[in-house]
Structures are given as C-alpha cells and as structure tokens.
C-alpha cells in the first residue's frame, strides 16, 4: 500500500480525483525553495524555546500530543511566509471543490507545527473531521481538508505521517485498520500531502536518537464550523491589515458569508463585518 505522488503542474484535477479514491494524496516539491527556506528561517527562531509535550491536564491529550513532540500555532504571527503557505492557489482550488458544495466559504482550521522528536511514539489512527463528531461518519460529507507539508525530509524513521488510503470510504468508521493497509508519506523537504478529513491517518513513530522531523499542518474548515484554533485571537488587525480579504477571512478577521444571497452572516462585530464593527475600517473602504 502506498500514496500516489503526483507533481504541481498534475493540477487541482489529479489532486481531487486521488482524494476521492484514496483520501490522502502527495504533491511533489509543492512549495517554493525560498518559501520553504524562509518559513523554516522563521520557525528555526521559535522551535529551540519551545517545550516538547502538553501541559495539559488530561492524560488523553498529552498521549495525543505526544511526550517528545514540539505543537505551536499563532503561525500568521510568527512568519509571514505561513500566509503564501496558507493562500497557496493550489490549496485553496483544492479546498474550494471539497468543501464548497457545503458552504458559502471556509476558514483556517489550524496551522500547527508538529515537531516529532527523537524516541516519539506512533500516535493512534484519527480522522480530523473528529473535531465536530457528528459530522465524522460514513455517510456523511467532507468538512475539513488538511495538508502536511514537510518542512523536513519525511522518512520513515523520522515519522512520516502514517495513512490508511481509502479509509474514507469504509461503510464502518469504528474499523480497526490493519497493518497491511497502513502506509507512511515518505517525501522530501517542500512535499506535501493533502488527505480529507475522514481518512484514517497519525503521526508516525520517530525512531532515530538525533533527528527532528518538521511538519506543517495546514487545514481549512466549512465557515459554519468552530475551527480547532482561535484564529485572531493569535495574530493582530495590525498584522493582517495589509493581508489581501481571502487571508483576513481565513484567519477568522472577516465575518462568514458576506453575500447577499441570504441576511445570514455569521462571525460579525454589532453585526458588521470584523473590522467595520470594531471600528477598525471606515464604511468606505470596504469593497
Ligand atoms: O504529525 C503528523 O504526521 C500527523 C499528526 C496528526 O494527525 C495530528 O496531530 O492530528
């Protein structure tokens, strides 16, 4: 069992048609040299302060978590290469035909680092549409689109991501996978692997005494959802302000929905949009 690779230039077409099949897909060499030079710059400045492992109270998070594993997010606020990465035009085409059929737009789920250390377990199988439980079901629909980029070589000592194509489309969501139908996202530093949020997938095992393995995880979720990360609560209006509106609403600084289809908007300040309704924008900027 293995994930199919594809290239860039393949397109949004070949990216979809391996999600449908397989739920999880590999793009080659998806991110620019210096944009992955300079995200990796300006994480490489954050990593050595940050602690390994939860503080969390619960037992269950931290072994999600993992003992030696390094999780931080705030990612628009600590590099401003994390914007070209999160409004990737490849991506966001992906994203539109998965989600929007169920939406009148999507937002940033999360963007977290996920450093596996040296002497780090597997984590268990998952599926990210677990976050809105009754949502994650066989019959159900896509909600959430995640991408690991590898801001390291993937290999599978080092604990590329572990996936189990085509769980997506089991009848029975509480299946245990067997081994036999587990594969790893070997792939070289600027790969990246794009899966749905109802594939079976985890962190793998990172078996090396010295090696640090650097992945990035990207995902987007329908704008009707709570997003697993507090998007402005973690970047400032004066660090999105001169963001073009698609990375403002992806970042959670613009309300859901802003179309006159319906008087539906959802995410807005005394009922305006997030800047106006705090005062921020003047009416006349806008548009
Ligand atoms: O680190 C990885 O490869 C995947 C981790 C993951 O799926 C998660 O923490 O939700």
């Given at each position: 069992?293995?994930?199919?690779?594809?290239?860039?230039?393949?397109?949004?077409?070949?990216?979809?048609?391996?999600?449908?099949?397989?739920?999880?897909?590999?793009?080659?060499?998806?991110?620019?040299?210096?944009?992955?030079?300079?995200?990796?710059?300006?994480?490489?400045?954050?990593?050595?302060?940050?602690?390994?492992?939860?503080?969390?109270?619960?037992?269950?998070?931290?072994?999600?978590?993992?003992?030696?594993?390094?999780?931080?997010?705030?990612?628009?606020?600590?590099?401003?290469?994390?914007?070209?990465?999160?409004?990737?035009?490849?991506?966001?085409?992906?994203?539109?035909?998965?989600?929007?059929?169920?939406?009148?737009?999507?937002?940033?789920?999360?963007?977290?680092?996920?450093?596996?250390?040296?002497?780090?377990?597997?984590?268990?199988?998952?599926?990210?549409?677990?976050?809105?439980?009754?949502?994650?079901?066989?019959?159900?629909?896509?909600?959430?689109?995640?991408?690991?980029?590898?801001?390291?070589?993937?290999?599978?000592?080092?604990?590329?991501?572990?996936?189990?194509?085509?769980?997506?489309?089991?009848?029975?969501?509480?299946?245990?996978?067997?081994?036999?139908?587990?594969?790893?996202?070997?792939?070289?530093?600027?790969?990246?692997?794009?899966?749905?949020?109802?594939?079976?997938?985890?962190?793998?095992?990172?078996?090396?005494?010295?090696?640090?393995?650097?992945?990035?995880?990207?995902?987007?979720?329908?704008?009707?959802?709570?997003?697993?990360?507090?998007?402005?609560?973690?970047?400032?209006?004066?660090?999105?302000?001169?963001?073009?509106?698609?990375?403002?609403?992806?970042?959670g600084w613009r309300a859901s929905n802003?179309?006159?289809?319906?008087?539906?908007?959802?995410?807005?300040?005394?009922?305006?949009?997030?800047?106006?309704?705090?005062?921020?924008?003047?009416?006349?900027?806008?548009?």
């Amino acid at each position: 069992m293995q994930l199919q690779q594809i290239g860039r230039d393949d397109g949004v077409g070949a990216i979809c048609s391996v999600l449908e099949t397989d739920g999880g897909v590999i793009v080659r060499d998806f991110l620019a040299p210096s944009t992955l030079r300079q995200f990796r710059d300006d994480i490489e400045a954050h990593v050595a302060h940050h602690r390994a492992g939860s503080v969390a109270d619960s037992e269950v998070i931290q072994r999600f978590w993992g003992a030696n594993t390094k999780r931080f997010t705030r990612l628009a606020h600590r590099s401003r290469a994390f914007i070209d990465i999160l409004t990737d035009p490849l991506y966001l085409a992906a994203a539109d035909r998965i989600l929007l059929p169920n939406a009148s737009d999507y937002w940033m789920n999360t963007g977290q680092m996920m450093i596996i250390g040296p002497g780090e377990k597997a984590q268990w199988l998952h599926r990210d549409a677990e976050n809105w439980p009754t949502m994650c079901r066989p019959d159900g629909f896509e909600v959430t689109l995640s991408c690991l980029f590898a801001i390291s070589d993937f290999t599978a000592d080092v604990g590329a991501t572990r996936v189990v194509p085509g769980s997506h489309r089991w009848d029975d969501y509480t299946r245990k996978a067997t081994p036999e139908e587990q594969c790893q996202a070997v792939m070289s530093a600027g790969s990246a692997m794009i899966y749905t949020g109802r594939v079976l997938h985890s962190g793998g095992a990172n078996v090396t005494t010295d090696q640090w393995r650097y992945g990035l995880h990207v995902s987007y979720v329908l704008g009707w959802l709570t997003p697993e990360e507090a998007g402005p609560l973690g970047v400032s209006w004066e660090e999105v302000r001169d963001l073009p509106q698609v990375a403002q609403r992806l970042l959670g600084w613009r309300a859901s929905n802003m179309n006159d289809r319906y008087a539906a908007r959802t995410w807005t300040v005394d009922y305006e949009d997030v800047p106006l309704g705090l005062g921020l924008e003047s009416p006349t900027v806008r548009d």
